[in-house]
């Protein structure tokens, strides 16, 4: 019994394979036009990611990491203060560095040392930037050592984008089959290739100088591009 069924199994099974590699055949014979869409959408942002540090030095480790941690816990303060969650500040690096001396002909000598205490803060309104950076800054913050802005739902202007790069892969595609003295068929395959997200723009600054008075920071986060790619394939009807 088991010899016959899979005699019958096979016989049924090969004109189905033959049927596939001659449709395959077939496809390949088809004459087509091959074109890449590039769609583009501009976004605004609406969040921003500030990392904040906290650089500190004294003579020892101890002594340096403890007048950071005062000054940090200020800082956190401050934040809060403004209406930040817990779940909108998270610690990103913390390092403790000694600074060496180096004499000709000696062994380095540890003269200080260096802690460094920094915190990522995502900030869900983008009017909050600045107060944010103010707030940091005179609380015990020195360094400001990136911002960058985003936008939280690109979903829309990512299917804007896609629907622009394929316009565009048919208008491409009708313009090569009416060169070509015929004319454009219907679509056999569409990929739609990963989004290019808007680039981060870094920026950094010091603190300014205790005692000096200085007005709010502008902060203005412009537009960004968001661009997505597609490739297609049209079937190309030749002209008589």
Avoid: C
């Avoid at 088809?30 to 650089?55: C, Y």
């Avoid at 909050?128 to 802005?149: K, Y």
């Avoid at 009708?174 to 569409?190: D, N, Q, W």
Wanted: zero cysteines.
């Amino acid at each position: 019994m088991k010899i016959v069924f899979g005699l019958t199994f096979a016989a049924i099974l090969a004109p189905l394979i033959v049927q596939a590699q001659n449709s395959n055949a077939t496809n390949e014979l088809i004459p087509q036009i091959a074109v890449t869409g590039r769609g583009e959408v501009k976004v605004s942002p609406d969040r921003a990611t500030i990392q904040v540090s906290v650089q500190t030095r004294a003579t020892t480790a101890a002594a340096a990491a403890a007048e950071n941690a005062t000054r940090q816990q200020s800082v956190m303060g401050a934040l809060r203060a403004l209406g930040l969650g817990n779940d909108q500040l998270s610690t990103v690096n913390y390092n403790v560095y000694p600074e060496q001396r180096y004499d000709q002909g000696k062994e380095p000598v540890i003269v200080a040392y260096n802690v460094t205490n920094t915190i990522l803060v995502d900030v869900r309104k983008l009017d909050q930037v600045g107060p944010v950076i103010d707030a940091a800054l005179s609380h015990g913050a020195n360094m400001i050592t990136s911002l960058q802005f985003y936008a939280s739902n690109t979903e829309t202007a990512r299917r804007a984008a896609i629907a622009t790069a394929i316009e565009k892969a048919r208008a491409d595609a009708e313009t090569a089959a009416h060169a070509a003295r015929g004319s454009l068929g219907t679509l056999l395959e569409i990929n739609i290739g990963a989004y290019s997200p808007p680039p981060p723009r870094p920026m950094m600054m010091m603190a300014r100088a205790a005692g000096v008075a200085q007005a709010d920071t502008p902060i203005n986060p412009g537009e960004e591009t968001l661009s997505v790619e597609v490739s297609t394939r049209w079937r190309f009807i030749a002209g008589q």
